[in-house]
């Protein structure tokens, strides 16, 4: 304080001395105003009428000039601390904005750059220092905000585990992919077989419906139906309603399907009075498959018992018994002396699946046939070999003119049953 006063005292005796009067200059007075001296205007030494100032009152006038020197830079001070404190403020916001990841830092708040004081020339040199250190920060800050935005509350360590257990996943993954690729081969190998007769079956079912699609003489029958007898009993059969009449040949066609074993059983017979065993089809435990007319017997080459659907025709003659089998349309026996000039006698009964030993009835189950029955057709002429393979290729629609397979000619007993079919598509099915 003592250093203030001594430099504002030699500061007022420097004026003095330079505005001490010429010898022979004149001095212009002019009015202030009084709110001049209170803004602290300083107002040069006047030379007072009457001779010039005393020591002390140009002491006293010194004292007051530094009084009014002392409190702006007290005003100046406070405004410096004010603005520090606001900028401090801000500078704390910012970073607050940016650790909770903000975005925009610094758009709100009052700007208050401006407010500062102008005079001197270094606050306001130091204060665009601080406001240019300030601006190059938010700026970093914004930069790291939209540049790190996704790690920037991760702590390393955390991305660390991250990036570990990521790798883990994907090792897990690959090995994944790998067990299954392994697993598609080992049943690629296991399955080419079933794959090999599917398609084939698929193959042959496509052809079948090209020939349908071409109009050929393919036909669907329009009593595609079947009688199914599952059980091995005395009570379950179907019944031809029609009766034969006088037959001197025939031929008897049918579709079977059957895995039973011992043998089949009967899958049909016919009876007239006198003779139980007019005309039968049948395989009895181990004994191949006989055919018997008026209870005299041929024993046929026929294997059925597989499950599959299979075409079977026989062809009789009176004349020298000559008798015929086939299978699927081919022939695999043939034979003479069956029942020969013997006539086939008039008004019998036509059991389908149990063999009688009177007319109509005395089944016996061990007799019995389990499987399925479809399209049993009776001609009353020898057919032609080519005429029996059109039937078994299904090319051919050929009911029998005796014995047609319709619906309304067959009756099942004893919970035998009738289901829709079309036997040569399940036929195909089995290849």
């Known amino acids: 304080m003592l250093a203030l006063l001594a430099a504002g005292l030699a500061l007022a005796l420097a004026t003095r001395a330079q505005d001490s009067p010429v010898p022979g200059s004149r001095f212009v007075c002019t009015a202030l105003p009084p709110e001049a001296t ?8 006047m030379p007072m009428q009457g001779g010039a100032l005393s020591p002390e009152e140009e002491l006293r006038a010194a004292v007051l000039q530094l009084r009014e020197t002392v409190v702006q830079q007290k005003e100046t001070l406070g405004a410096q601390r004010e603005a520090i404190r606001e900028l401090t403020g801000k500078l704390a916001r910012c970073e607050g904005l940016a650790s909770g990841k903000a975005r925009g830092a610094g758009a709100t708040g009052k700007d208050t750059m401006g407010d500062l004081p102008r005079d001197p020339g270094h606050v306001v040199e130091q204060l665009s220092r601080s406001l240019q250190t300030l601006k190059d920060r938010l700026e970093s800050l914004e930069h790291q905000l939209r540049g790190n935005v996704s790690n920037a509350g991760l702590p390393g ?10 790798g883990e996943l994907e090792r897990q993954l690959l090995r994944k992919v790998a067990e299954l690729e392994d697993e598609k081969s080992l049943l690629h190998n296991e399955t080419s077989a079933h794959r090999q007769k599917t398609e084939s079956a698929l193959n042959a079912l496509l052809q079948r419906v090209t020939e349908l699609e071409r109009g050929n003489s393919a036909f669907k029958s329009p009593d595609a139906f079947k009688v199914s007898l599952p059980l091995r009993t005395n009570y379950l059969y179907g019944k031809i309603k029609k009766t034969l009449p006088e037959l001197y040949a025939f031929t ?10 011992p043998g089949i059983g009967t899958p049909f017979s016919y009876a007239v009075p006198g003779q139980a065993n007019e005309i039968v089809l049948i395989e009895w435990g181990n004994n191949p498959i006989e055919l018997l007319v008026n209870d005299k017997v041929a024993q046929l080459p026929l294997f059925v018992s597989d499950g599959k659907w299979h075409h079977i025709c026989v062809t009789w003659t009176t004349r020298d018994g000559m008798w015929e089998a086939f299978q699927d349309g081919e022939k695999l026996g043939t034979g003479e002396n069956l029942a020969p000039w013997h006539p086939i006698k008039p008004g019998g009964v036509l059991i389908l699946g149990q063999e009688q030993d009177t007319v109509g009835g005395r089944f016996d189950a061990t007799q019995a046939f389990v499987g399925e029955l ?11 070999a080519q005429e029996i393979v059109n039937i078994a290729n299904c090319s051919t629609n050929m009911p029998g003119n005796i014995i047609p397979w319709v619906d309304n000619n067959v009756d099942v007993f004893g919970g035998a049953s009738k289901w829709p079919v079309e036997t040569c598509e399940e036929r195909l099915l089995d290849l």
């Open 38 to 45: 209170r803004a602290g205007c300083p107002l040069p030494a």
């Open 157 to 166: 360590d955390f991305r660390e585990v991250l990036q570990r257990r990521l």
């Open 252 to 261: 008897i066609c049918l579709w079977l399907r059957s895995s039973a074993s």
């Open 374 to 384: 479809s399209q049993f057709n009776i001609w009353d002429r020898v057919l032609r």
